[in-house]
């Protein structure tokens, strides 16, 4: 928000999109505040 973004953009292309999301909700969303 400091830079001015206000949204961004996660895309994944590989076939592994369960385990993808997976990891991506433990690992990640929890460091994610607004």
Same mark, same amino acid.
């Not at 830079?3 to 690992?27: A, I, K, P, S, T």
């Given at each position: ?10 895309? *994944?292309?590989?076939? *592994? ?18």
């Amino acid at each position: 928000l400091d830079l001015g973004f206000d949204r961004v953009y996660l895309h *994944n292309v590989g076939r *592994n999109q369960r385990e993808w999301l997976e990891v991506f909700g433990r690992e990640v969303l929890p460091g994610l505040t607004r």
